[in-house]
T-cell receptor, first 112, second 113 residues
């Protein structure tokens, strides 16, 4: 079945630093979604990507849909303490309906 | 517009019991997907319902079932609970099956003792 490898698993950074994380898939996806999850809550959608090569920003967040359709990355610029949380990538194949395959998550810690 | 709501937020059950969880999607959304989240397995897809029909199913045993009502609200049921069923159960709604964006609810934390 489809598998997503997300890296890094965890990051410890200082406030103000930039962050980058990525996901690679064994299969082609037609949609990439990036979510952030706080403890005890559901994932919150950050950015959605629908086209190979697409680069989309949401405030300090920027994500790209890889041209091979098998990878995506998320950048966070000038990190702040409230960026702390777990970031997940999720991909959806063309015949998957609404079924999302999730990466393992990146735990981000920001030191003030 | 209200977000996805899930009830209850927390549940404690014992092995062998059954449980029903409820999800109300965003108004106008007709697709509801269910996911199980555990520390060991991460987020795993359970099933998707659209227009009261199951459209997709993940690799879970038949003890896990669901349904969707005409108002798009969905329930999932787990029978004969096992310790390993302890997890955060999340539902996600989208406008239609394969809809571009999916929005998650806060989840139901199920603990099986």
């Amino acid at each position: 079945g489809q598998q997503l490898n997300q890296s890094p698993q965890s990051m410890f950074i200082q406030e103000g630093e930039d962050v980058s994380m990525n996901c690679t898939s064994s299969s082609i996806f037609n949609t990439w979604l990036w979510y952030k999850q706080d403890p005890g809550e559901g994932p919150v959608l950050l950015i959605a990507l629908y086209k190979a090569g697409e680069l989309t920003s949401n405030g300090r967040l920027t994500a790209q849909f890889g041209i091979t359709r098998k990878d995506s990355f998320l950048n966070i610029s000038a990190s702040i303490p409230s960026d702390v949380g777990i970031y997940f990538c999720a991909g959806r194949g063309e015949t998957s309906g609404s079924r999302l395959t999730f990466g393992e998550g990146t735990q981000l810690t920001v030191n003030p | 517009k209200a977000g996805v709501t899930q009830t209850p937020r927390y549940l404690i059950k014992t092995r062998g019991q059954q449980v029903t969880l409820s999800c109300s999607p965003i108004s106008g959304h007709r697709s509801v997907s269910w996911y199980q989240q555990t520390p060991g397995q991460g987020l795993q897809f359970l099933f998707e319902y659209f227009s009261e029909t199951q459209r997709n199913k993940g690799n879970f045993p038949g003890r896990f079932s669901g349904r969707q009502f005409s108002n798009s609200r969905s329930e999932m049921n787990v029978s004969t609970l096992e310790l390993g069923d302890s997890a955060l159960y999340l539902c996600a709604s989208s406008f239609r099956t394969g809809g571009r964006e999916q929005f998650f609810g806060p989840g139901t934390r199920l603990t099986v003792l």
